[in-house]
């Protein structure tokens, strides 16, 4: 790559999305690094990943991220120039695990100090993993980087759809993130690839290790880890507390806000370096449930929210209702969903009739079911037996139909015989 003004000196790291060059600012003699499309990327969005990176970047300006300095484009290349503070991705610099209990606990207060610049302006990472965290090895500060996917909390609902990411990524999601849950993201999503990453810097590996990417999701809906202090005896049974806490399937049940992790991790690393023990601990003594809520609230649709709440219980009844919300682009048909969303506790599945799929009859039927079955595989074991009896007690010898369209009825169902 050649882009006037800098002078490539060497590869700095390349992921599915983007490639980093060490290079020389030729303009102001300066090393910088450049990020731009890796010709890995098959996906045509992150072209506007590289502007969102900027633009987030930029309204964040946190002393704990990497700002970029400007934004170029040189004819097909668009790219970023970033300060090079001779850091090193978390990733590269320990493969293998951070190795002690004090490691482990100064780079943890660091990432979460880190992290916190990024919630305190509402905003979700959504993509926190070893290689978007740069550590400067001779001072052990800490940058999180990469904002390409990143959103203000309380402003998306979880993905319809599996996200085609290849399975190191996936490693690190959390399960709203997977396609297979319907939940307005917030600033808890970031909590559980957190945790993802704290178990792998003890243990030197994620909890959930696979090539398939569906056993990988399926994983992440509804398996535990091995508590880390099964798996390291010198680590104390504080960090899995904590860790466990940030891994939990439901983000209710996660650390609501930063500050209340942070206070658990400086806790136990005063107790550790006091050599005790503290038997009473319990995770989230701190945590502030509330800040987790979105100051935007919808104003002036109550009795649109009110007619839906009556529609759900009326089919919940056993009766068969339809609702239709119509209005022009940007008049709050999304808002009003995700709102009634957050209001309820029942099953929700959404599908999308895409103009693009012409060629799959009952598209958005066919995506919403997909929802349905991602919800079964977060059930209980007995749930999922009564479903796999009901089903398999109408469908007979035909269940490879099904497979065909929903391949993840297969950890439910189990391998199905070839249509004859």
Known sequence: ??????????????????IIYKAFDQRFEKKVLIKTISQKNSFMTDVQGIYHDFRISNFIKGLKTQNPLELIRYGDIQALILEDFNSIPLAKLFPNGVGSVQKFFEIAL?????????????????SLCPGNIWIQP???IVRIVDFSSSTFSGKDISPSNTPHLPPEVLSYIAPELT???SRVLDLRTDFYSLGIVFYEMATGSVPFVSKDRNEILHSHLTKKPVPIHMIRNDFPISISMIVSKLLEKDSDLRYSCIKGLIYDLELCFKDFQNGKINSEFVPGSKDNPEIILDSSNLYGREKEILLLQSSLDKASQGETRIVFITGVSGSGKSALIKSFLTSISDIFVQGKFNQYETSMPFGGLIHSLRDLVSILLSKSEKEIQEFKELVSK??????????????ELEFILGPQPELS
């Not at 660091?110 to 959504?126: N, T």
């Not at 109408?394 to 391949?407: A, E, S, T």
């Open 179 to 181: 396609g297979k849950l």
């Open 138 to 140: 001779d001072t052990g």
């Open 1 to 18: 790559m050649k882009i006037p003004g800098f002078k490539i000196l060497d590869l700095f790291s390349e992921d599915y999305k983007f």
């Open 394 to 407: 109408h469908i007979g010898n035909n269940g490879k139909i099904l497979l065909n369209q929903f391949p």
């Open 110 to 126: 660091e990432v979460s100090f880190a992290l916190q610049e990024i919630h305190e302006r509402r905003i979700l990472h959504k």
